[in-house]
Protein backbone atom coordinates (compact mmCIF):
# COMPACT_ATOMS: atom_id res chain seq x y z
CA UNK A 1 0.00 0.00 0.00
CA UNK A 2 1.41 3.18 -0.68
CA UNK A 3 2.74 5.53 2.37
CA UNK A 4 1.15 9.12 2.44
CA UNK A 5 1.00 11.42 5.18
CA UNK A 6 -2.10 11.11 7.26
CA UNK A 7 -4.57 14.26 7.18
CA UNK A 8 -5.26 14.20 10.26
CA UNK A 9 -1.83 14.41 11.16
CA UNK A 10 -1.31 17.64 9.09
CA UNK A 11 -4.60 19.03 11.31
CA UNK A 12 -3.14 18.50 14.20
CA UNK A 13 0.30 20.25 12.99
CA UNK A 14 -1.59 23.02 12.02
CA UNK A 15 -3.65 23.94 14.66
CA UNK A 16 -0.02 24.59 16.82
CA UNK A 17 0.46 27.44 14.46
CA UNK A 18 -2.98 28.35 13.54
CA UNK A 19 -3.60 31.80 15.71
CA UNK A 20 0.21 32.47 14.98
CA UNK A 21 -0.69 32.39 11.37
CA UNK A 22 -4.02 34.06 11.73
CA UNK A 23 -2.14 37.38 13.49
CA UNK A 24 0.63 37.66 11.01
CA UNK A 25 -1.44 37.46 7.78
CA UNK A 26 -3.77 40.12 8.99
CA UNK A 27 -1.12 42.62 10.15
CA UNK A 28 0.44 41.37 6.45
CA UNK A 29 -3.30 42.13 4.99
CA UNK A 30 -2.96 45.11 6.46
CA UNK A 31 0.01 46.39 5.42
CA UNK A 32 -0.61 45.71 1.99
CA UNK A 33 -3.86 47.26 2.57
CA UNK A 34 -2.63 50.39 2.82
CA UNK A 35 -0.81 50.71 -0.40
CA UNK A 36 -3.93 49.08 -2.61
CA UNK A 37 -3.10 45.38 -2.70
CA UNK A 38 -6.11 43.34 -1.61
CA UNK A 39 -4.03 40.55 0.16
CA UNK A 40 -6.81 37.83 -0.95
CA UNK A 41 -6.60 38.52 -4.56
CA UNK A 42 -2.20 37.77 -3.51
CA UNK A 43 -3.11 34.26 -1.63
CA UNK A 44 -6.07 33.27 -4.83
CA UNK A 45 -2.65 33.55 -7.38
CA UNK A 46 0.09 31.85 -4.68
CA UNK A 47 -2.44 28.84 -4.25
CA UNK A 48 -3.17 28.91 -7.89
CA UNK A 49 0.63 28.25 -8.98
CA UNK A 50 2.02 25.26 -9.67
CA UNK A 51 5.67 24.29 -9.92
CA UNK A 52 6.53 20.70 -11.33
CA UNK A 53 8.83 17.79 -9.71
CA UNK A 54 11.72 16.47 -11.23
CA UNK A 55 11.27 12.45 -10.83
CA UNK A 56 14.87 12.45 -10.54
CA UNK A 57 14.86 15.13 -7.87
CA UNK A 58 13.47 12.48 -5.19
CA UNK A 59 16.17 10.59 -5.36
CA UNK A 60 19.66 11.72 -3.36
CA UNK A 61 21.88 12.84 -5.90
CA UNK A 62 25.74 12.75 -6.17
CA UNK A 63 28.65 14.66 -8.13
CA UNK A 64 30.98 12.49 -10.75
CA UNK A 65 33.49 11.95 -7.49
CA UNK A 66 30.56 10.08 -5.18
CA UNK A 67 26.96 9.61 -4.07
CA UNK A 68 26.25 8.90 -0.53
CA UNK A 69 22.50 7.31 -0.78
CA UNK A 70 19.93 8.38 1.46
CA UNK A 71 17.83 6.09 3.42
CA UNK A 72 14.34 4.79 2.07
CA UNK A 73 15.42 6.51 -1.32
CA UNK A 74 12.92 5.25 -4.11
CA UNK A 75 14.08 2.57 -6.28
CA UNK A 76 11.07 3.57 -9.34
CA UNK A 77 8.95 5.55 -10.73
CA UNK A 78 5.98 4.49 -8.89
CA UNK A 79 8.15 4.85 -5.35
CA UNK A 80 9.54 8.21 -6.66
CA UNK A 81 5.34 9.24 -7.67
CA UNK A 82 4.98 8.37 -3.85
CA UNK A 83 7.17 10.59 -2.54
CA UNK A 84 5.94 13.34 -5.13
CA UNK A 85 2.63 12.72 -3.74
CA UNK A 86 4.04 13.67 -0.03
CA UNK A 87 5.49 16.96 -1.32
CA UNK A 88 2.30 17.96 -2.88
CA UNK A 89 0.15 17.06 0.40
CA UNK A 90 2.17 19.46 2.28
CA UNK A 91 3.19 21.83 -0.15
CA UNK A 92 0.15 21.71 -2.60
CA UNK A 93 2.07 23.10 -4.97
CA UNK A 94 3.55 20.65 -6.65
CA UNK A 95 0.77 18.30 -8.28
CA UNK A 96 2.53 17.86 -11.54
CA UNK A 97 5.79 15.47 -11.90
CA UNK A 98 8.48 15.67 -14.84
CA UNK A 99 9.56 12.29 -16.03
CA UNK A 100 12.81 11.05 -16.95
CA UNK A 101 13.14 8.45 -20.05
CA UNK A 102 14.58 5.90 -20.44
CA UNK A 103 15.13 6.36 -16.37
CA UNK A 104 11.09 6.06 -15.32
CA UNK A 105 10.48 3.94 -18.43
CA UNK A 106 7.82 0.82 -17.58
CA UNK A 107 6.11 -1.69 -19.78
CA UNK A 108 2.57 -0.50 -19.18
CA UNK A 109 2.37 3.36 -19.77
CA UNK A 110 -1.46 3.05 -18.87
CA UNK A 111 -0.88 1.34 -15.92
CA UNK A 112 1.77 3.86 -14.56
CA UNK A 113 -1.48 6.56 -15.49
CA UNK A 114 -3.36 4.63 -13.32
CA UNK A 115 -0.98 5.27 -10.50
CA UNK A 116 -0.32 8.90 -10.81
CA UNK A 117 -4.44 9.45 -11.24
CA UNK A 118 -4.52 7.59 -7.54
CA UNK A 119 -2.14 9.84 -5.60
CA UNK A 120 -3.79 13.08 -7.69
CA UNK A 121 -0.41 13.89 -9.68
CA UNK A 122 -0.37 14.57 -13.06
CA UNK A 123 2.48 14.90 -15.35
CA UNK A 124 4.78 17.57 -16.84
CA UNK A 125 6.88 17.64 -19.50
CA UNK A 126 8.79 14.47 -20.53
CA UNK A 127 12.26 14.76 -20.52
CA UNK A 128 14.23 12.38 -22.87
CA UNK A 129 17.74 11.29 -22.55
CA UNK A 130 20.26 10.55 -24.96
CA UNK A 131 23.45 11.81 -22.96
CA UNK A 132 24.27 8.09 -21.91
CA UNK A 133 24.01 4.51 -23.31
CA UNK A 134 21.91 2.13 -22.25
CA UNK A 135 22.81 -1.59 -21.72
CA UNK A 136 23.13 -3.24 -25.01
CA UNK A 137 22.86 -0.03 -26.97
CA UNK A 138 23.85 -1.33 -30.68
CA UNK A 139 24.95 2.85 -31.86
CA UNK A 140 26.82 4.53 -29.06
CA UNK A 141 25.90 7.88 -27.61
CA UNK A 142 29.40 8.73 -27.01
CA UNK A 143 30.14 11.00 -29.70
CA UNK A 144 26.73 12.42 -29.44
CA UNK A 145 23.68 11.64 -30.09
CA UNK A 146 21.45 14.13 -32.28
CA UNK A 147 24.40 16.08 -34.13
CA UNK A 148 26.62 12.82 -34.13
CA UNK A 149 28.29 12.25 -37.08
CA UNK A 150 27.39 8.93 -37.01
CA UNK A 151 23.73 8.52 -38.71
CA UNK A 152 22.74 5.06 -37.23
CA UNK A 153 23.40 6.71 -33.83
CA UNK A 154 21.40 10.13 -34.53
CA UNK A 155 18.55 7.73 -35.90
CA UNK A 156 18.03 5.88 -32.53
CA UNK A 157 18.61 9.32 -30.61
CA UNK A 158 15.70 10.68 -32.92
CA UNK A 159 13.52 7.51 -32.73
CA UNK A 160 13.74 7.51 -28.49
CA UNK A 161 12.87 11.05 -28.45
CA UNK A 162 9.72 9.95 -30.58
CA UNK A 163 9.18 6.96 -28.35
CA UNK A 164 8.80 10.10 -25.90
CA UNK A 165 6.41 11.32 -27.07
CA UNK A 166 4.19 8.57 -27.63
CA UNK A 167 4.49 7.54 -23.86
CA UNK A 168 3.52 11.36 -22.79
CA UNK A 169 0.59 10.97 -24.71
CA UNK A 170 -0.69 8.15 -22.85
CA UNK A 171 0.44 9.69 -19.69
CA UNK A 172 -1.58 12.99 -20.80
CA UNK A 173 1.60 15.29 -21.05
CA UNK A 174 2.25 17.90 -23.58
CA UNK A 175 5.78 18.59 -23.72
CA UNK A 176 9.06 17.16 -25.00
CA UNK A 177 12.27 18.69 -23.17
CA UNK A 178 14.90 17.94 -24.94
CA UNK A 179 18.79 18.55 -23.60
CA UNK A 180 21.43 16.98 -25.32
CA UNK A 181 25.36 17.20 -24.09
CA UNK A 182 26.64 16.81 -27.82
CA UNK A 183 30.00 18.27 -27.97
CA UNK A 184 33.34 18.27 -28.13
CA UNK A 185 36.32 17.82 -25.47
CA UNK A 186 39.28 19.41 -28.00
CA UNK A 187 39.60 22.39 -30.46
CA UNK A 188 38.99 21.32 -33.69
CA UNK A 189 37.46 17.91 -32.25
CA UNK A 190 34.12 18.83 -34.29
CA UNK A 191 32.88 21.19 -37.12
CA UNK A 192 30.71 23.61 -35.38
CA UNK A 193 28.10 24.29 -38.10
CA UNK A 194 28.29 20.75 -39.33
CA UNK A 195 27.31 19.64 -36.03
CA UNK A 196 24.69 22.20 -35.32
CA UNK A 197 23.19 21.37 -38.88
CA UNK A 198 22.69 17.87 -37.85
CA UNK A 199 21.45 18.68 -35.04
CA UNK A 200 18.60 20.70 -36.66
CA UNK A 201 17.71 17.86 -39.00
CA UNK A 202 17.56 15.71 -36.23
CA UNK A 203 15.07 17.66 -34.55
CA UNK A 204 12.85 18.53 -37.64
CA UNK A 205 12.18 15.38 -37.61
CA UNK A 206 11.01 15.08 -33.89
CA UNK A 207 9.06 18.11 -34.58
CA UNK A 208 7.63 16.67 -37.39
CA UNK A 209 6.45 14.00 -34.57
CA UNK A 210 5.10 16.45 -32.22
CA UNK A 211 1.23 16.14 -31.57
CA UNK A 212 -0.25 19.79 -32.78
CA UNK A 213 -0.95 20.47 -28.99
CA UNK A 214 2.58 19.69 -27.93
CA UNK A 215 5.35 22.00 -27.36
CA UNK A 216 8.90 21.07 -27.90
CA UNK A 217 11.49 22.72 -25.60
CA UNK A 218 14.70 23.17 -26.27
CA UNK A 219 17.16 23.17 -23.29
CA UNK A 220 20.78 24.83 -23.21
CA UNK A 221 23.39 24.57 -21.01
CA UNK A 222 26.89 26.18 -21.61
CA UNK A 223 29.37 22.85 -20.30
CA UNK A 224 29.30 19.46 -19.61
CA UNK A 225 29.51 16.65 -20.56
CA UNK A 226 31.13 18.34 -23.42
CA UNK A 227 34.03 20.53 -21.90
CA UNK A 228 35.17 22.55 -25.04
CA UNK A 229 32.08 23.09 -26.76
CA UNK A 230 28.61 22.21 -26.43
CA UNK A 231 26.12 22.40 -29.58
CA UNK A 232 23.01 24.13 -27.84
CA UNK A 233 25.31 26.37 -25.18
CA UNK A 234 23.56 28.99 -24.58
CA UNK A 235 20.07 30.47 -25.47
CA UNK A 236 21.34 31.94 -28.52
CA UNK A 237 21.81 28.61 -29.84
CA UNK A 238 18.68 27.41 -29.11
CA UNK A 239 16.46 30.20 -29.97
CA UNK A 240 18.06 30.01 -33.09
CA UNK A 241 17.23 26.28 -33.12
CA UNK A 242 13.57 27.10 -31.81
CA UNK A 243 12.51 29.24 -35.10
CA UNK A 244 14.16 27.23 -37.23
CA UNK A 245 12.06 24.59 -36.25
CA UNK A 246 8.46 26.55 -35.57
CA UNK A 247 6.29 28.31 -33.29
CA UNK A 248 5.83 24.45 -31.44
CA UNK A 249 8.72 24.81 -30.63
CA UNK A 250 10.66 27.08 -27.22
CA UNK A 251 13.60 27.47 -25.33
CA UNK A 252 13.94 26.35 -21.78
CA UNK A 253 16.31 27.75 -19.11
CA UNK A 254 17.48 25.98 -16.59
CA UNK A 255 19.32 28.73 -14.08
CA UNK A 256 22.58 26.71 -13.71
CA UNK A 257 23.45 26.34 -17.22
CA UNK A 258 24.76 29.92 -17.73
CA UNK A 259 27.92 31.84 -17.80
CA UNK A 260 28.79 32.92 -14.47
CA UNK A 261 26.55 36.88 -14.07
CA UNK A 262 25.10 36.34 -17.12
CA UNK A 263 21.90 38.44 -16.73
CA UNK A 264 19.23 35.83 -16.92
CA UNK A 265 16.27 37.69 -16.30
CA UNK A 266 16.88 39.87 -19.19
CA UNK A 267 17.01 36.35 -21.29
CA UNK A 268 13.56 35.39 -19.96
CA UNK A 269 12.49 38.78 -21.22
CA UNK A 270 13.88 38.51 -24.45
CA UNK A 271 12.23 35.06 -25.01
CA UNK A 272 9.11 36.00 -23.87
CA UNK A 273 9.24 39.13 -26.41
CA UNK A 274 9.54 36.25 -29.33
CA UNK A 275 7.22 33.75 -27.68
CA UNK A 276 9.99 31.33 -27.32
CA UNK A 277 9.59 31.25 -23.46
CA UNK A 278 8.95 27.65 -22.83
CA UNK A 279 9.65 26.95 -19.25
CA UNK A 280 12.04 26.77 -16.22
CA UNK A 281 14.20 24.45 -14.47
CA UNK A 282 14.74 25.81 -11.38
CA UNK A 283 18.19 25.57 -9.20
CA UNK A 284 20.56 27.94 -7.75
CA UNK A 285 24.46 27.82 -8.29
CA UNK A 286 27.81 29.38 -6.79
CA UNK A 287 29.94 28.07 -9.84
CA UNK A 288 28.60 26.07 -12.40
CA UNK A 289 25.81 23.84 -12.84
CA UNK A 290 25.43 23.33 -9.33
CA UNK A 291 21.54 22.18 -8.97
CA UNK A 292 21.56 23.24 -5.33
CA UNK A 293 18.68 24.42 -4.28
CA UNK A 294 16.11 27.04 -5.96
CA UNK A 295 16.81 30.36 -4.07
CA UNK A 296 19.51 29.37 -1.76
CA UNK A 297 21.78 31.28 -3.19
CA UNK A 298 20.38 33.82 -5.15
CA UNK A 299 16.96 34.64 -3.78
CA UNK A 300 17.07 37.85 -5.69
CA UNK A 301 17.89 36.66 -9.31
CA UNK A 302 15.05 34.42 -8.52
CA UNK A 303 12.86 37.48 -7.83
CA UNK A 304 13.79 39.54 -11.05
CA UNK A 305 12.82 36.46 -13.04
CA UNK A 306 9.55 36.47 -11.82
CA UNK A 307 9.55 40.13 -12.08
CA UNK A 308 9.41 39.73 -16.03
CA UNK A 309 7.08 36.80 -15.45
CA UNK A 310 4.48 38.71 -14.14
CA UNK A 311 5.54 41.82 -15.66
CA UNK A 312 4.42 39.53 -18.84
CA UNK A 313 1.35 38.37 -17.43
CA UNK A 314 0.59 41.96 -16.73
CA UNK A 315 0.86 42.69 -20.15
CA UNK A 316 -1.08 40.04 -21.42
CA UNK A 317 2.10 39.12 -23.77
CA UNK A 318 0.74 37.25 -25.85
CA UNK A 319 2.37 33.32 -26.42
CA UNK A 320 3.17 33.21 -22.86
CA UNK A 321 2.17 30.39 -20.81
CA UNK A 322 5.69 28.79 -19.04
CA UNK A 323 6.24 25.61 -17.80
CA UNK A 324 7.74 25.93 -14.26
CA UNK A 325 9.94 22.85 -13.03
CA UNK A 326 12.42 21.92 -10.61
CA UNK A 327 15.84 20.36 -11.31
CA UNK A 328 18.19 20.30 -8.15
CA UNK A 329 20.73 17.46 -6.95
CA UNK A 330 20.21 16.94 -3.29
CA UNK A 331 23.53 15.35 -2.19
CA UNK A 332 23.12 16.10 1.39
CA UNK A 333 19.87 16.71 2.16
CA UNK A 334 16.44 14.57 2.31
CA UNK A 335 15.43 14.96 -0.91
CA UNK A 336 11.61 15.50 -0.15
CA UNK A 337 12.21 18.45 2.23
CA UNK A 338 14.62 20.00 -0.59
CA UNK A 339 12.01 20.38 -2.56
CA UNK A 340 9.16 21.42 -0.31
CA UNK A 341 11.91 24.04 0.47
CA UNK A 342 12.17 24.65 -3.08
CA UNK A 343 8.63 24.84 -4.58
CA UNK A 344 7.97 27.22 -1.60
CA UNK A 345 11.06 29.54 -2.56
CA UNK A 346 10.10 29.82 -6.13
CA UNK A 347 6.20 30.34 -4.91
CA UNK A 348 7.64 33.22 -2.83
CA UNK A 349 9.55 34.85 -5.93
CA UNK A 350 6.04 34.93 -7.79
CA UNK A 351 4.16 35.91 -4.97
CA UNK A 352 6.60 39.26 -4.07
CA UNK A 353 6.98 39.59 -7.97
CA UNK A 354 2.84 39.90 -7.60
CA UNK A 355 3.07 42.98 -5.12
CA UNK A 356 5.89 45.17 -7.31
CA UNK A 357 3.77 48.17 -8.16
CA UNK A 358 3.95 48.56 -11.78
CA UNK A 359 2.50 51.43 -12.49
CA UNK A 360 4.83 53.23 -10.31
CA UNK A 361 7.80 51.46 -11.70
CA UNK A 362 6.85 52.22 -15.41
CA UNK A 363 6.71 56.23 -14.12
CA UNK A 364 10.40 55.82 -12.62
CA UNK A 365 11.53 54.21 -15.90
CA UNK A 366 10.27 56.70 -17.77
CA UNK A 367 11.93 59.50 -15.68
CA UNK A 368 14.76 57.62 -15.46
CA UNK A 369 14.55 57.55 -12.01
CA UNK A 370 17.32 54.38 -11.29
CA UNK A 371 16.60 55.07 -7.42
CA UNK A 372 13.33 54.71 -7.09
CA UNK A 373 12.41 52.13 -9.89
CA UNK A 374 15.49 49.83 -7.76
CA UNK A 375 13.95 50.46 -4.67
CA UNK A 376 10.10 49.84 -6.18
CA UNK A 377 11.75 46.09 -6.71
CA UNK A 378 13.24 46.24 -3.65
CA UNK A 379 10.39 47.02 -1.40
CA UNK A 380 8.59 43.86 -3.26
CA UNK A 381 11.64 42.01 -2.54
CA UNK A 382 11.66 42.89 1.06
CA UNK A 383 8.30 41.77 1.71
CA UNK A 384 7.98 39.01 3.75
CA UNK A 385 5.30 37.11 2.46
CA UNK A 386 5.54 33.61 4.22
CA UNK A 387 2.36 34.03 5.83
CA UNK A 388 0.70 34.33 2.28
CA UNK A 389 2.28 30.86 1.03
CA UNK A 390 1.15 29.46 4.62
CA UNK A 391 -2.37 30.08 3.99
CA UNK A 392 -2.26 29.82 0.47
CA UNK A 393 -0.86 25.52 1.55
CA UNK A 394 -3.32 25.61 5.03
CA UNK A 395 -6.60 26.09 2.89
CA UNK A 396 -5.65 23.67 0.13
CA UNK A 397 -5.26 20.72 3.23
CA UNK A 398 -1.82 21.51 3.25
CA UNK A 399 1.08 22.39 5.89
CA UNK A 400 1.45 25.76 7.64
CA UNK A 401 4.94 24.24 8.57
CA UNK A 402 5.94 21.40 5.55
CA UNK A 403 9.34 20.40 7.30
CA UNK A 404 8.35 20.15 10.60
CA UNK A 405 4.80 18.39 9.58
CA UNK A 406 6.83 16.08 7.70
CA UNK A 407 9.54 15.52 10.34
CA UNK A 408 6.58 14.55 12.96
CA UNK A 409 4.97 12.08 10.23
CA UNK A 410 8.25 9.77 10.40
CA UNK A 411 7.50 8.92 6.55
CA UNK A 412 11.38 8.31 5.66
CA UNK A 413 11.87 6.47 8.33
CA UNK A 414 8.54 4.19 6.93
CA UNK A 415 9.55 3.89 3.80
CA UNK A 416 13.03 2.87 4.95
CA UNK A 417 11.63 -0.03 5.48
CA UNK A 418 10.36 -1.77 2.71
CA UNK A 419 12.83 0.27 0.08
CA UNK A 420 16.00 -1.42 1.25
CA UNK A 421 19.40 0.83 0.26
CA UNK A 422 19.96 0.45 -3.56
CA UNK A 423 23.54 0.28 -2.06
CA UNK A 424 24.73 2.81 -5.43
CA UNK A 425 27.49 4.90 -3.96
CA UNK A 426 29.16 5.11 -6.91
CA UNK A 427 29.42 8.35 -8.95
CA UNK A 428 26.48 9.92 -10.62
CA UNK A 429 25.54 13.15 -11.39
CA UNK A 430 21.78 13.92 -11.46
C1 LIG B 1 21.36 18.66 -17.56
O1 LIG B 1 22.34 19.11 -16.69
C2 LIG B 1 19.98 18.77 -16.95
O2 LIG B 1 19.78 20.06 -16.45
C3 LIG B 1 18.91 18.39 -17.94
O3 LIG B 1 17.70 19.04 -17.64
C4 LIG B 1 18.78 16.94 -17.70
O4 LIG B 1 17.61 16.40 -18.20
C5 LIG B 1 18.84 16.92 -16.17
O5 LIG B 1 19.83 17.88 -15.87
C6 LIG B 1 19.16 15.60 -15.54
O6 LIG B 1 20.42 15.13 -15.94
MN1 LIG C 1 17.83 21.00 -16.48
Not at 134 to 141: A, D, T, V
Not at 368 to 379: C, P, R, V, Y
Amino acid sequence: MTQRINKELIAQENVKLESFLKEDYEALGNKLARTGINIEDITAKAAAFQIAVPSWGTGTGGTRFARFPGIGEPRNIFEKLEDSAVINDLSQCTERVSPHFPWDKVDDFTELKGVSDSLNLKWDSINSNTFQDQPGQEHSFKYGSLANTSAASRELAIQHNLDCIKWGKILGSKTLTVWVGDGSNHPGQQHFQHAFERYLESMKTIYAGLPSDWELHIEHKMFEPAFYSTVIQDWGSSILAAMELGPQAKSLVDLGHHAPNVNIEMIVSRLIQFKKLGGFHFNDSKYGDDDLDSGSLHPYQQFLIFNELVDAQYRNQEGFSPNYMLDQSHNVTDPIESLMNSAASVQRSYVAALLVDRQALSEYQTHNDAIMASNTLKQAFNTDVSPILAMARARKGGAIDPIATYRASCYRKAVAQKRPSSGRSGSGIV
